[in-house]
T-cell receptor, first 112, second 117 residues
Framework: SQQGEEDPQALSIQEGENATMNCSYK?????LQWYRQNSGRGLVHLIL?????REKHSGRLRVTLDTSKKSSSLLITASRAADTASYFC????????????FGQGTRLTINP | GAVVSQHPSRVICKSGTSVKIECRSL??????MFWYRQFPKKSLMLMAT?????????EQGVEKDKFLINHASLTLSTLTVTSAHPEDSSFYIC?????????????FGPGTRLTVL
């Protein structure tokens, strides 16, 4: 079964607005991570939230985790044109030996 | 810190040839490296996990004889696509984890775009 399914698949907003992306997963996890990928480039690690954590902040990023609903959200506040990228959630399963399972990603476009 | 490089960044080869892609951790020792494959506008699919000095563990459906992985040192892993065919064209990304940065975090290389003619 698919882990880490994001929604929406694509999101287009105006600069300065907040962007919220959601991720759902199916099995128990050690942690959930969010990554960013600019077109044709590698992944940049944004934030890791462990299964015993509910919320985490890093700069303009806010991540929540609800293990009862097996879901997470990534909020980017005061978006900038440079935030345009694809965002992926990835889950590390409990028995996963650090293996990450990636969702399909959300393509975020920030319009100036 | 925690920088991972890949070489080459882009390669075009003829069908039937083999291509080697290198993944290096530049400023830390990578106890484990992962190889992923990504199709256009799609997600990353884990191909294999490699630990230094031992055989790689391949994910279901990944041909180990076609995608040869060697993790000879704590800073270098290589992926060789043998007898490449057009369907092997893809974006290959490695990641490394080890004694650096945030525990449990995988640090990704910039990727290698392989085009097989």
């Amino acid at each position: 079964s698919q882990q880490g399914e994001e929604d929406p698949q694509a999101l287009s907003i105006q600069e300065g607005e907040n962007a919220t992306m959601n991720c759902s997963y199916k099995t128990s996890i050690n942690n959930l991570q969010w990554y960013r990928q600019n077109s044709g480039r590698g992944l940049v690690h944004l934030i890791l939230i462990r299964s015993n954590e509910r919320e985490k902040h890093s700069g303009r990023l806010r991540v929540t985790l609800d293990t009862s609903k097996k879901s997470s959200s990534l909020l980017i506040t005061a978006s900038r044109a440079a935030d345009t990228a694809s965002y992926f959630c990835a889950t590390e399963k409990i028995e996963g030996a650090q293996k990450l399972v990636f969702g399909q990603g959300t393509r975020l476009t920030i319009n100036p | 810190g925690a920088v991972v490089s890949q070489h080459p960044s882009r390669v075009i080869c003829k069908s039937g040839t083999s291509v080697k892609i290198e993944c290096r951790s530049l400023d830390f020792q990578a106890t484990t490296m992962f190889w992923y494959r990504q199709f256009p506008k799609k997600s990353l699919m884990l191909m294999a996990t490699s630990n230094e000095g031992s055989k790689a563990t391949y994910e279901q459906g990944v041909e180990k004889d076609k995608f040869l992985i060697n993790h000879a040192s704590l800073t270098l892993s290589t992926l060789t696509v043998t007898s490449a065919h057009p369907e092997d064209s893809s974006f290959y990304i490695c990641s490394a984890t080890g004694l650096a940065g945030v525990v449990d975090t995988q640090y990704f290389g910039p990727g290698t775009r392989l085009t097989v003619l």
